[in-house]
C-alpha cells in the first residue's frame, strides 16, 4: 500500500466513524439492530486544541507479540483532540476510550457511513520514523488520542494493526509515551 494509501487508511479510521447520543457516551443500538444516531458534530468542543502551547509527545511504537515485531517506520501517526464526539468515536471503532491494538480490519469494519469533513482540520499529523519514534509539538494542554498503523516487519507472520492510546497534556509537559 503506498504511503497515501496508509494515510488515508489512517485518516479513514479516524474520521468516518462513530455514534454518540448528544450526552457524548456511546448511543445505544436502534431496535433491530440498526445503527445508533450520531451526535451533532460542534467545532466549538474542539476550539481549545487550536490553541498555542508549550506541550510536547515524543512516542515511540514497540509492539513484537509472541515474537513478531510491528513497526509505524515511515508511516503516518495521527493525534486527535479528546471531545465527547471523538471519545464516542473511539469506543465504536476501539471499544475503548483508553488504549487498544485490534486488527486494522476490523476496526475499519466498524466504520459506519457517517463523515463530517469539519474533523479533519483538528487532527495533527506526524510521521513514524526508521525506528518507529514520532513527534508532536507546540500542544496545549489536555487529552488527546494517539492512533497509527503498525505493520508486522514479516508481512506473512501477522496482519496490519490498528494501535490507540489516550494521552493527557499537563503544565505544557513533555509527554514520553510508547505504543501500544
Known amino acids: 500500500m503506498s504511503r497515501r494509501r496508509v494515510g488515508t487508511a489512517i485518516a479513514g479510521l479516524l ?6 447520543t448528544e450526552g457524548g457516551g456511546p448511543a445505544a443500538p436502534a431496535a ?9 458534530f460542534r467545532t466549538a468542543d474542539f476550539a481549545w486544541s487550536k490553541a498555542p502551547g508549550k506541550g510536547q509527545i515524543e512516542g ?7 515474537g513478531v515485531t510491528y513497526s509505524c517506520a515511515n508511516g503516518p501517526v495521527v ?22 491494538t485490534l486488527p486494522a480490519a476490523d476496526v475499519r469494519a466498524r ?6 469533513q469539519d474533523y479533519s482540520q483538528f ?3 506526524a510521521t513514524c520514523d526508521g525506528t518507529n519514534h514520532f513527534q508532536f509539538a507546540g500542544l496545549p494542554d489536555g487529552a488527546w488520542f494517539v492512533i497509527t498503523i503498525a505493520k508486522p516487519a514479516n508481512p506473512s507472520a501477522g496482519q496490519e494493526l490498528a494501535i490507540m492510546r489516550r494521552v493527557t497534556i499537563k503544565n505544557g509537559q513533555t509527554l514520553r509515551t510508547r505504543l501500544p
Do not use: H, K
Not at 493525534?79 to 487498544?100: C, F, G, H, K, N
Open 15 to 20: 474520521l468516518v466513524a462513530g455514534c454518540a
Open 32 to 40: 433491530g439492530g440498526a445503527a445508533p444516531a450520531t451526535a451533532a
Open 123 to 125: 487532527a495533527r499529523r
Open 111 to 116: 466504520t459506519p457511513p457517517e463523515r463530517n
Open 79 to 100: 493525534l486527535t483532540p479528546e471531545t465527547a464526539w471523538v471519545r464516542s468515536r473511539m469506543m465504536i471503532l476501539y471499544r475503548s476510550a483508553d488504549q487498544a
Open 60 to 66: 515511540q511504537l514497540s509492539y513484537s507479540p509472541r
